[in-house]
């Protein structure tokens, strides 16, 4: 049996749609929130109440573990939780969604926290399978201002940016086949943040630009508009990590795992349409 964790979120439930016809049970902090799929078991399973994990994980050979909601740091160690109960459970392979970039220097927190969490899943002796997905092409849409400006310091460098459609599909292949290894999971070329917002523009015959910042204006910006610190240090984070080229090069491990080409942004809203009510909501005065 598969055990999907975070059910409820946009990647598990395509991925669990993927699978639909292999025993499957699907893990939820809100079980209600989990779709009802043929055949598929729901259960309650929370990484912050390790007693809820021993009975969502009895039975499965292969757990797909996607990330828990928490402040980097914190979170790793409610990764550690689900990873020690896969251990008790004897669980065959897990297979953990991390993050491209991931290392114990990353610029982006969370890309700390993930290298954090992917120690504590080595250490466990469990066989894995790590899929390090780059930056969403979603995570983009939010983040233009009403004027179609995105701003951050991410300088002129680029990343190889996925289709959350591609993440699933590259985690139900994972979840099929168990590669083990670390694989970099990719869009199929590299933009910039200034690329992203041209290609945007063109797509959507609205006028969308970036415009650098520093992290200091960056944090002073955010700053102004009671932002937390937390959240600067995200913000500043994501920039920076692609500025650095942390999101880069393309990577092949996607055709290998599928079989197929990542989408490129415009497959992808052409194939998703919907999309971009999130960049006319962030436009919406």
């Not at 995570?139 to 300088?155: A, R, S, T, Y």
Request: hydrophobic residues 40%; contains cysteine.
């Amino acid at each position: 049996m598969i055990l999907i964790t975070g059910a409820s979120g946009r990647v598990a439930r395509r991925t669990a749609a993927l699978l639909a016809g292999r025993p499957l049970r699907l893990m939820s902090r809100d079980p209600d929130d989990v779709p009802r799929l043929e055949d598929a078991q729901i259960v309650r399973g929370d990484f912050n109440d390790p007693t809820t994990l021993d009975a969502a994980f009895a039975g499965i050979a292969t757990a797909f573990v996607i990330s828990g909601q928490a402040p980097p740091g914190k979170r790793a160690l409610l990764h550690k939780n689900a990873f020690e109960a896969a251990a008790r459970a004897r669980v065959q392979h897990v297979v953990y969604l991390s993050l491209k970039g991931s290392g114990p220097n990353a610029l982006y927190p969370y890309c700390r926290d993930h290298y954090s969490s992917e120690q504590f899943l080595a250490q466990t002796g469990v066989a894995h399978t790590v899929l390090r997905m780059a930056f969403y092409l979603d995570m983009f849409l939010g983040k233009f201002d009403q004027l179609g400006v995105i701003q951050g310091p991410g300088g002129d460098g680029s990343g190889a940016f996925i289709s959350r459609e591609d993440a699933a599909q590259a985690a139900a292949a994972a979840v099929a086949n168990l590669p083990g290894g670390i694989l970099d999971i990719t869009g199929p070329e590299l933009l910039s943040v200034a690329d992203v917002a041209h290609r945007l523009s063109v797509a959507t015959g609205r006028v969308l630009h970036y415009r650098a910042e520093s992290a200091e204006q960056t944090r002073r910006r955010l700053s102004q508009t009671g932002t937390p610190e937390l959240a600067q240090d995200l913000e500043v984070g994501w920039f920076q990590t692609i500025g650095a080229g942390e999101q880069a090069p393309v990577a092949n491990d996607y055709r290998r795992l599928t079989g197929k080409d990542p989408q490129t942004l415009e497959s992808y809203l052409t194939a998703f349409p919907k999309l971009l009510d999130i960049l006319h909501k962030a436009q919406t005065p």
